[in-house]
């Protein structure tokens, strides 16, 4: 299930069950003859339904979706104008699900901020108009709900970023693995054309991979891997990212990058590799296939294929060598 689909989901159930509470207690005041708090939770009802309303017009756009924002503020303000003028029985109650709604459907930081706003003033009311042992139950209450819900969202939200992380990176490397590069490409693809900047990528394998893994053995090939790996996250700059393809091949992405560029780094990785001692194996070498996007392309398999043809001519002229293939350009 999409993140924004399990989004739509949480927050319509949340406001569904905020609507119901709030409802039956519009009822229960009606029933009780207190109208001031019927129409007052009668409104706020009726805001949860909006919320609602809005989650499933919405539901493409969860996650940056700020018409949540302002429907909650209106409940919360609702409730505390209502607090301050009317200080009915139990009202301070109604602020439980309200806090719950503010954490479930807006950011951490915005939720507990909003929440705070609300139970501020709150308490200082309580503690004015009220019995100092009923006020502090009940700020006591309200707090160690609010900061229980924070926690188990904070919770999640990390483990939900952890699970991401370990989606896309390669457990051995540290580097993404390449199922996370086809994303981002097409995302740099869209963002050079949409800017104009130049976006280059480079497939690189290393040299008799397999002759290495029969002479040294697996474990060695994977080790020369892992240092590879971090020998190019030293050379590369902030901005451009690894991916590790199999168990001897690498793929760049360096945006903002030209022809001109692309071959100045290249040749960087090729001399400091060819002039690094690696441990177990001494020596070792790259091949590197290079090019750089041209107006005419728009897809991450043409790229990809470009820069792995180009990495097998470097081979076939001979290992620790660069080429670089041209883009695809299509005359205005
Ligand atoms: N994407 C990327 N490009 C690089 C890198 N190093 C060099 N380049 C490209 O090569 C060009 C020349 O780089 P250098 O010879 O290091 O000269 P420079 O003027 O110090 O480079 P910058 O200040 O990094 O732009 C840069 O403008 C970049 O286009 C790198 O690590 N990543």
């Not at 999409?2 to 609507?19: D, K, P, Q, V």
């Not at 991916?243 to 030209?258: D, Q, V, W």
Request: glycine share 8%.
């Amino acid at each position: 299930m999409t993140e924004t689909r399990l989004r739509t989901i949480t927050h319509s159930a949340g406001y569904a069950l905020a609507a119901v509470f709030i409802a039956a207690l519009a009822i229960q005041n009606l029933r009780y003859g207190f109208y001031d708090l019927f129409y007052l939770a009668s409104g706020m009802a009726i805001l949860s339904v909006a919320g609602l309303a809005y989650t499933v017009i919405c539901r493409r756009h969860q996650l940056s979706a700020p018409g949540h924002l302002i429907i909650l503020s209106a409940l919360n303000s609702g409730l505390l104008a209502a607090l301050i003028s009317m200080n009915g029985p139990g009202i301070s109650h109604w602020a439980m699900p309200l806090l719950i709604l503010n954490l479930l459907i807006l950011p951490l930081r915005q939720g507990l901020a909003l929440s705070l706003l609300l139970i501020t003033p709150m308490s200082v009311v309580l503690f004015l108009s009220h019995p100092v042992d009923d006020a502090m139950v009940t700020t006591t209450g309200l707090v160690i709900l609010l900061v229980t819900t924070a926690l188990y969202t904070w919770h999640y939200d990390h483990m939900a970023q952890s699970a991401e992380d370990l989606a896309i990176t390669d457990p051995v490397t540290g580097a993404h693995n390449a199922r996370f590069l086809d994303e981002t490409l097409q995302k740099e693809i869209s963002r050079a054309i949409a800017t104009g900047h130049s976006l280059s990528v480079v497939h690189l394998g290393i040299d008799y991979a397999a002759e290495a893994k029969d002479l040294h053995g697996n474990a060695a090939l994977q080790t020369l891997f892992r240092d590879m790996t971090q020998h190019l996250f030293g050379v590369i700059r902030a901005g451009d990212t690894l991916y590790t393809l199999n168990e001897s091949e690498f793929f760049l992405i360096l945006p903002f990058t030209p022809e001109e560029g692309v071959r100045v780094i290249a040749e960087r990785i090729r001399r400091t590799i060819g002039e690094h001692q690696w441990p177990v194996v001494g020596k070792a070498t790259v091949s590197l296939g290079c090019t750089t996007r041209g107006n005419g392309d728009t897809r991450t398999d043409t790229l990809r294929k470009r820069a792995h043809g180009a990495m097998e001519e470097a081979r076939k002229r001979g290992a620790d060598s660069i080429w670089f293939s041209p883009g695809e350009t299509i005359e205005a």
